[in-house]
């Protein structure tokens, strides 16, 4: 069993699926899924021997103040993932603890912010010179007109969101009708601008990174999808993320990716490490990208605080990789404490 050497006051501070209980006690909510990773980084907290707290915070920011001002914590394992409903604004989560000087896990508002925003995302590493798909964006309001750059089949996603939400087999298009379509969609159902990219046939990588300066880069996973037909495109639906019924019938499965051949193992690190830099990512992130049957490598986006379910991609990387799933919390808590000095 792990322990750690230094016992801290951790609190571990995560998004509330509504008004949290007014006594914060979430132990029926820990043992369900939707606080799987929650519950996995609280237990491996109480595990190595650190004083944990916890709270769920949902719409207000005054019990994050009245919470770090009554029990000072050394460090805060930041889970949020969104505010009042809006993912965008786990920055600002994260702007408040800078502001309080608490010590917290995984990217700070800039990393949170460049990541979120894609287009912005895009323009910095083409800056770097890393491949990213063509593309255009799309705000609502605005005339939605192809311009000829764009060359079809296109992927029409939202600009600002993650998990796969507003992606469908419709987010494919092949032609300006479709594509009024599908970004009209996004307007209007989810709100937001809409991203136009060029679609990359390929294989789905996800590599995970952990680390502030010196990076540490683990095994990659790869989604495959086994029973869908060759001359159809392959994506990751939101269906094909979350819904197993599908995920079996399609013969969708993540896996631990079979080297490639030519070096392209060591151009991907080397090229999700400057994505991890470019984009101010600190603690641990992910990097999804394709590699094109011509052997490019396209960086799809980043992902700062990736999920930390012992299931998802970023632990069974960091497993396979030898760093057992105790051992990464505390690693990112240690990062998290490297980067406030
Ligand atoms: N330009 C693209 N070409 C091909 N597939 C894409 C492209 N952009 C996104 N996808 C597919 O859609 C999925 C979700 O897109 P992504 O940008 O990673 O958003 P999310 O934040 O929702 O994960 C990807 O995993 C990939 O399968
Ligand atoms: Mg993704």
């Not at 311009?147 to 987010?171: H, Q, T, V």
């Not at 790869?222 to 019938?249: G, L």
């Not at 051949?261 to 984009?279: E, F, H, M, S, W």
Request: some cysteine; proline content about 6%.
């Amino acid at each position: 069993m792990v322990r750690a050497k230094q016992r801290y006051k951790v609190l571990a501070l995560f998004g509330s699926a509504g008004t949290p209980p007014a006594d914060q006690d979430f132990s029926k909510e820990l043992k369900t899924d939707d606080f799987a990773a929650e519950a996995h980084v609280i237990g491996a907290l109480k595990q190595l021997g650190h004083e944990v707290r916890t709270l769920g915070i949902w719409d207000e920011v005054a019990p994050i103040l009245d919470e770090i001002k009554t029990n000072p914590p050394d460090v805060v394992f930041n889970l949020t993932e969104h505010f009042n409903e809006v993912s965008a604004y786990d920055r600002n989560v994260a702007g408040l603890l800078e502001m309080l000087g608490v010590p917290y896990t995984g990217s700070s508002p800039t990393g949170l912010t460049l990541c979120k925003n894609k287009g912005m995302a895009k323009e910095l590493l083409a800056f770097h010179k890393i491949l990213v798909p063509n593309f255009a964006i799309y705000s609502p309001g605005t005339t939605i007109k192809r311009p000829s750059r764009l060359k079809f089949p296109l992927f029409i996603k939202p600009a600002e969101d993650e998990a796969s939400y507003g992606i469908s087999l419709d987010s494919f298009v092949e032609n300006d009708d479709a594509f009024e379509e599908r970004i009209r969609f996004i307007h209007e159902r989810m709100n937001q601008p809409a991203l136009a990219e060029e679609f990359i046939e390929g294989r789905e990588i996800y590599v995970s990174l952990l680390g502030n300066d010196s990076l540490r880069v683990f095994p990659f996973r790869e989604v495959i999808f086994t029973q869908v037909p060759d001359d159809q495109p392959k994506f990751s639906t939101f269906k094909a993320k979350w819904d197993d019924a599908y995920r079996k019938r399609w013969g969708i499965q993540n896996v631990f990716a079979e080297p490639f051949p030519n070096g392209t193992d060591q151009r991907i690190a080397k090229i999700c490490k400057a994505v991890y830099r470019a984009l101010r990512i600190r603690g641990y992130g992910r990097i999804d990208l394709r590699v094109t049957p011509a052997g490019e490598i396209v960086v799809l986006e980043a992902n700062p605080n990736p999920n930390l379910d012992r299931d998802d991609e970023f632990a069974q990387s960091a497993n396979k990789a030898g760093v057992s799933f105790p051992r990464l919390v505390q690693r990112i808590v240690k990062l998290a404490l490297m980067a406030a000095h």
